[in-house]
């Protein structure tokens, strides 16, 4: 079945969903232009935005009931929940609802330095999902770690995309085949 979804998909943030490293590109603190959608600045006012397509994709897993979680090791934290917090994702496409802030979106926040590997043993911990049903997008090969857990790695190169994504879901829906139940 094609349109099966893992229960939980989570991203990395810098140069996953956003084209820049919070903790060396940005400066605090962040605002947002008036209720300007999907761009925050520093106080250089460097822009902060999503890349193209990450806001549908969010509503896509949003509107499925997937669990979204954002995991990343940057070493700022506290900036890189402020830009969420302030980043306001336009309504899906066809939809009359507002804006939303980004940061509703996401269910689980692992956002600190270290390891992948604790980033999903926690979210594991916290919502009792199994690796196994868990999908990881990241820019970075070497965070490809968590697959000894039994989490699904994509390989994002130049921004999350939708051929990205998809490539990702076909990749986890590989791997765990829905089990044909026998009479």
């Known amino acids: 079945m094609a ?11 810098d140069y996953t969903l956003w084209d820049l490293w919070i903790d060396t590109h940005v400066a605090g603190p962040l605002h947002r232009n008036k209720n300007i ?5 520093d106080k250089y006012n460097q822009s902060i935005s999503f890349y193209k397509h990450v ?19 940057t070493s700022a934290p506290t900036l890189a ?5 302030l980043l306001l994702v336009p309504p899906m496409k066809g939809s009359e609802d507002g804006t ?29 999902i199994p690796y196994s049903e868990m999908l990881f997008f990241d820019d970075e090969h070497r965070n490809k770690e968590v697959e000894q ?27 765990h085949p829905l089990e044909t139940l026998e009479d």
Do not use: M
Request: charged share 25%; hydrophobic share 45%; with cysteine.
């Open 3 to 13: 349109t099966r979804l893992p229960k939980l998909v989570a991203f990395d943030l």
């Open 37 to 41: 959608v999907n761009e925050v600045l």
């Open 55 to 73: 806001p549908q994709i969010l509503h896509r897993l949003r509107t499925a009931g997937v669990i979204i979680a954002a995991a990343s090791r």
């Open 81 to 85: 929940r402020s830009a969420l917090t």
């Open 100 to 128: 939303i802030k980004a940061v509703e979106f996401f269910d689980q926040l692992e956002i600190y330095p270290g390891s992948k590997l604790t980033h999903f043993k926690k979210l594991h911990q916290k919502t009792g």
């Open 149 to 175: 857990l039994g989490v699904t790695f994509c390989l994002v190169r130049n921004g999350l995309d939708d051929r990205t994504f998809e490539r990702g879901l076909a990749e986890w829906r590989t791997r």
